[in-house]
């Protein structure tokens, strides 16, 4: 449930945080298989992140 999603979020206590929603879909192994077919958004977490 999106609701669910925005309450985990919201919870978490890091102060730089994203959350991206994946449009056109409500299958969770989309979810899943999004970092493989759109690698970009967490390469550039990665490289901010872990120098």
Request: aromatic content about 14%.
């Amino acid at each position: 449930m999106p609701s669910d999603v925005e309450t985990i979020y919201d919870n978490i206590s890091a102060i730089d945080k994203k959350l991206f929603w994946i449009e056109g879909t409500t299958q969770r192994l989309d979810g899943y298989n999004y970092l493989g077919e759109h690698p970009e958004l967490m390469l550039e977490w990665f490289k901010a992140h872990l120098n």
